[in-house]
């Protein structure tokens, strides 16, 4: 009687676990409120997603783990596309609004990895300290973006109060154009996952998490991206966005 019952209750600690694990990334709407950060991406380099150097020719961003989908490599928030609209800083005394609209589209090729508590700390149940669950981790400075991009005279806040808003990549992104700068590396085959054009609830165009190990992605890879490969470790970048997202 006393084994089965711990049987019983090893196997619904088991069965608990496995749906914490697979209940823990956050199921964000289309539209809402975030955090911006911003983070030092080498031009050319190939962040988690694996997508192609010449993405970082243009806009592209690092996502908060718990949105992005996994804890490592790629996840579903590769290769989507957000409009991202700056609000107010989130650190600012006294208190700055903009008199200017900033919006710029992004594409997430990146990872923010979850810490206790940086700007990228949201999870399911908890915030960050300025009360998003989501942080977007922008490549700046970045040839792709006006160095007045962040408006204001005196100083660089570092963390804005954002509204994002879902949008299609092949309309609304500045790198849609140039077809090296869409797509994932073909040599790191199924090691990379960065959709042209992700739609969510698609296998075959929206990539897997994995860390979750969910099957091999689809192949989202590009020829002409074999040309010019100058890979960073992702491990690397990992850190570059995780120092930013502490700082
Ligand atoms: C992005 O948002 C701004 C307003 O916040 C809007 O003016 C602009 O048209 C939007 N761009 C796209 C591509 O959705
Ligand atoms: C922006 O940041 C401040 C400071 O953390 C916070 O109090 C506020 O609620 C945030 N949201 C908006 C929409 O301003
Ligand atoms: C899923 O995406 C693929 C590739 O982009 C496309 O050919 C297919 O029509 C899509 N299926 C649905 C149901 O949207
Ligand atoms: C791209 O690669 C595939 C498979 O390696 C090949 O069949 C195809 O012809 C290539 N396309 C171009 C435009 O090079």
Redesign the pocket.
């Known amino acids: 009687m006393l084994s089965l019952s711990i049987i019983w209750f090893l196997s619904f600690w088991f069965f608990s676990q496995i749906s914490l694990l697979s209940a823990q990334w956050i199921d964000y709407s289309d539209t809402g ?1 975030a955090t911006m950060t911003h983070y030092t991406l080498p031009s050319g380099y190939v962040a988690s997603c694996g997508c192609t150097p010449s993405s970082t020719n243009y806009p592209t961003a690092a996502l908060s783990q718990m949105a992005y989908g996994s804890s490592t490599n790629y996840g579903p928030g590769c290769g989507r596309c957000f409009n991202l609209t700056l ?2 800083p ?2 600012a005394t006294p208190p700055f609004n903009p008199s200017v609209v900033k919006f710029i589209v992004v594409k997430v090729t990146d990872l923010c990895p979850l810490s206790q508590t940086g700007w990228c700390s949201g999870t399911t149940s908890k915030p960050n ?3 998003a669950f989501l942080n977007f981790d922008l490549a700046y400075p970045s040839k792709a973006i006006p160095d007045d991009f962040f408006p204001s005279d005196e100083a660089d806040f570092g963390v804005w ?1 954002i509204t994002y808003q879902s949008v299609p990549c092949l309309n609304d992104w500045a790198g849609s154009n140039n077809a090296v700068a869409l797509g994932s590396v073909r040599s790191l085959g199924s090691g990379a996952c960065c959709p042209a054009e992700p739609s969510l609830g698609n296998t075959s165009n929206i990539c897997p998490s994995f860390s979750d190990q969910n099957g091999i992605p689809p192949d989202t890879s590009t020829n002409s991206s074999a040309a010019l490969i100058m890979q960073w470790p992702v491990g690397m970048l990992i850190f570059l966005a995780l120092l930013s997202n502490v700082m």
């Open positions: 409120l609000l107010n989130v650190i300290s300025a009360g109060n």
